[in-house]
């Protein structure tokens, strides 16, 4: 049986590989809800869409992803860590939640008053330059 084991970045080359790749994909961002708007969706209804596959994504990534490799108690799988009794790891996690809702919401009135184009291009700025920080 073959054995997979997480992959890890170990270059400065990778590293900024991944970093223009999530450049690239939050840059068509604004043209992909713009063509969304003109084809007659609203913008709140593609949040919707996007939310929920946001959801689904981070299900199929933990189930996937997060069980490569054996897990060890240095590096335990994704179903070992949810077996675990880590309140504040659990805590910090649903406090990242509510901060992303929050920012969800932001944007969405953003896109109400100042406009698509706009919000989009600085809300993927501010996530690049805090990302990366």
Request: charged fraction near 10%.
């Amino acid at each position: 049986m073959l054995q997979l084991e997480m992959y890890l970045l170990e270059s400065k080359a990778g590293a900024i590989v991944c970093v223009l790749l999530a450049l690239f994909f939050l840059g068509t961002w604004p043209a992909i809800l713009t063509l969304l708007e003109r084809r007659g969706r609203l913008p709140q209804h593609t949040y919707l869409y996007y939310s929920l596959t946001n959801f689904l994504a981070a299900l199929f990534i933990a189930f996937t992803v997060g069980e490569i490799g054996k897990s060890t108690p240095s590096e335990p799988n994704f179903l070992a860590q949810l077996a675990q009794d880590n309140w504040p790891s659990v805590l910090f996690a649903m406090g990242g939640g509510v901060v992303l809702s929050l920012g969800n919401l932001a944007s969405q009135y953003a896109f109400a008053f100042v406009g698509l184009s706009i919000t989009e291009v600085i809300t993927a700025s501010i996530t690049v330059v805090i990302g990366i920080n």
